[in-house]
């Protein structure tokens, strides 16, 4: 087992660990602008791994911001060893999220982020979009990366097995296909409005956690799962309606 890291937008890294145990991919993001960034830190597991891929591009001391989309396992559970290897960085997460959970479980105090708020690194730019529930959590959000219009979507379009590094090819119906087999979203009215906000935003590459990065249509493709959770939402809602208790 071992991390790969793929250039997939200027500056703009995936760092991809296939778990063949679970048919998962796990990514991270490092940006390397003047104040290095991570989204995603990983489940405490595979720091190893993936701070020795890190170590191929930067020296760990030079990260400044540790980012992730939600507090799970998988998306932060080595925050504190980020936190450990890299002394001057800090953690940047929503700040409902800092106040419910991050506060308490970082080992150093976190800066909150507000809805479209952004954080300037030295060449390229992260704007935190709020997505609370979407795709779970009540802390849920997003980041654009202004500079190359990339999307960290965090477990939006999760998708079982290994992938390459980029596609153009369909995302949309596996992720639909391993949303059936776990049920991992939040189905809610805000579920829809929300993709298609942030279909809204064109982004040009969309960077998956849980898959390939997406350099198709983007903004199709979020309006497409917008539409197909917008359906099970309806087909949910007639049925839950129709029993009787």
Same mark, same amino acid.
């Given at each position: 087992?071992?991390?790969?890291?793929?250039?997939?937008?200027?500056?703009?890294?995936? !760092?991809?660990?296939?778990?063949?145990?679970? &048919?998962?991919?796990? &990514?991270?993001?490092?940006?390397?602008?003047?104040?290095?960034? +991570?989204? /995603?830190?990983?489940? #405490?597991?595979?720091?190893?791994?993936? *701070?020795? =891929?890190?170590?191929?591009? !930067?020296?760990?001391? #030079? +990260?400044? %911001?540790?980012?992730?989309?939600?507090?799970?396992? @998988?998306?932060?559970?080595?925050?504190? *060893?980020?936190?450990? =290897?890299?002394? /001057?960085?800090?953690?940047?997460?929503?700040?409902?999220? $800092?106040?419910? *959970?991050? &506060?308490?479980? =970082?080992?150093?105090?976190?800066?909150?982020?507000? @809805?479209?708020?952004?954080?300037?690194?030295?060449?390229?730019?992260?704007?935190?979009?709020?997505?609370? /529930?979407?795709?779970?959590? %009540?802390?849920?959000?997003?980041?654009?990366?202004?500079?190359?219009?990339?999307?960290?979507?965090?477990?939006?379009?999760?998708?079982?097995?290994?992938?390459?590094?980029?596609?153009?090819?369909?995302?949309?119906?596996?992720?639909?296909?391993?949303?059936?087999?776990?049920?991992?979203? $939040? +189905?809610?009215?805000?579920?829809?409005?929300?993709?298609?906000?942030?279909?809204?935003?064109?982004?040009?590459? +969309?960077?998956?956690? /849980?898959?390939?990065?997406?350099?198709?249509? $983007?903004?199709? =493709?979020?309006?497409?799962?917008?539409?197909?959770?917008?359906?099970?939402?309806?087909?949910? !809602?007639?049925?839950?309606?129709?029993?009787?208790?």
């Amino acid at each position: 087992m071992e991390t790969q890291v793929t250039e997939i937008a200027p500056r703009l890294y995936r !760092l991809s660990t296939y778990i063949s145990g679970a &048919n998962l991919l796990y &990514n991270q993001f490092l940006i390397d602008a003047e104040e290095p960034a +991570l989204f /995603h830190l990983g489940p #405490r597991a595979l720091f190893p791994l993936v *701070s020795a =891929a890190v170590r191929k591009i !930067l020296p760990l001391e #030079r +990260l400044r %911001w540790l980012t992730f989309g939600h507090v799970e396992a @998988d998306e932060c559970g080595a925050m504190n *060893s980020w936190l450990a =290897a890299a002394p /001057h960085s800090q953690v940047a997460h929503g700040a409902m999220g $800092c106040l419910v *959970s991050v &506060n308490d479980l =970082a080992d150093r105090p976190p800066r909150p982020l507000q @809805d479209g708020e952004v954080m300037d690194l030295g060449g390229m730019r992260l704007r935190r979009v709020e997505t609370p /529930h979407v795709p779970h959590g %009540w802390d849920a959000g997003l980041f654009l990366e202004e500079a190359t219009g990339t999307l960290l979507c965090g477990d939006l379009f999760t998708a079982m097995g290994d992938a390459p590094a980029l596609t153009t090819q369909d995302i949309v119906g596996p992720a639909l296909s391993t949303e059936d087999g776990g049920h991992a979203t $939040c +189905l809610t009215p805000a579920t829809g409005p929300t993709m298609r906000a942030l279909a809204a935003l064109r982004p040009r590459t +969309l960077g998956l956690m /849980h898959g390939p990065s997406y350099t198709g249509d $983007c903004a199709r =493709a979020l309006q497409d799962l917008a539409a197909a959770y917008d359906e099970r939402l309806d087909a949910d !809602l007639s049925r839950l309606r129709g029993t009787r208790l």
